[in-house]
């Protein structure tokens, strides 16, 4: 399997733009994650979902963020408007069974950097 | 709320040196704990994990931890380092909530290895 495969890698954007950051699982993993890591805060859980359905979001920052899972390959997160303090690397996961006792694998990240 | 402590925030040691980080949390009830690695440039992977069992776990690369459950602690240990070894280090605890689980990541060690 080619593991968690996340793009862009690299994302530079303009405040105000709209920003769509893309994950694909592993196949046959029923939980996806979404984490953003910044020097200032860590690895933060932004959401996951569980057979495509968000199950807790209570990590999203605000409204401008939201995210999808329209089928069990793939699942967006979308920042819209971006602004400059959303600059982060941001990691998609994946795991099987329950989340308590499974590993997670990690894709690769995106780098965001809003001007 | 469930917290996870990384003790040393950067450290720098030599080719052959032993390395131990600590890790504490706090939650009084049963909890997964789980060590991360990343690579600089790469993403995060598994170290190694404990559920149940021997509170001595052994995971890949010749890391080991041990849990002490009296101390609330997770450290990691390598007896002797190599400049490959060079990567950030995050301690993970997974504990229930509600009727699901919350993974918390520490802040990271960042460790320097040098040749």
């Known amino acids: 399997d080619a593991g968690v495969i996340q793009s862009p890698r690299h994302e530079v954007t303009e405040m105000g733009q709209e920003v769509t950051l893309r994950c694909k699982p592993i196949?046959?993993?029923?939980?996806l994650f979404w984490y953003r890591q910044t020097m200032m805060r860590g690895l933060e859980l932004l959401i996951y979902?569980?057979?495509?359905?968000?199950?807790?979001d209570s990590g999203m920052p605000e409204d401008r963020f939201s995210a999808k899972m329209p089928n069990a390959s793939f699942s967006t997160l979308k920042i819209q408007p971006s602004e400059p303090r959303d600059s982060a690397v941001y990691f998609c996961?994946?795991?099987?069974?329950?989340?308590?006792?499974?590993?997670?694998?990690f894709g690769p990240g995106t780098r965001l950097t809003v001007l | 709320a469930q917290s996870v402590s990384q003790h040393n925030h950067h450290v720098i040691l030599s080719e052959a040196a032993s390395l131990e980080l600590g890790c504490n949390y706090s939650?009084?009830?049963?909890?997964?704990l789980f060590w991360y690695v990343q690579y600089p440039g790469q993403h995060l992977q598994l170290l190694l994990k404990y559920f149940s069992g021997d509170p001595l776990v052994k995971g890949i690369k010749g890391f080991e931890a041990e849990f002490i459950k009296s101390k609330f602690s997770f450290n990691l240990r390598k007896p002797s380092v190599q400049w490959s070894d060079t990567a950030e280090y995050f301690c993970?605890?997974?504990?229930?909530?509600?009727?699901?689980?919350?993974?918390?990541f520490g802040a990271g060690t960042t460790v320097t290895v040098r040749a």
């Open positions: 196949s046959g993993h029923d939980y």
């Open positions: 996961a994946s795991s099987t069974g329950r989340w308590g006792t499974d590993t997670q694998y």
């Open positions: 993970a605890v997974n504990v229930p909530s509600s009727n699901d689980y919350k993974l918390s």
């Open positions: 939650y009084g009830g049963t909890v997964n």
């Open positions: 979902f569980n057979n495509n359905v968000p199950i807790d």
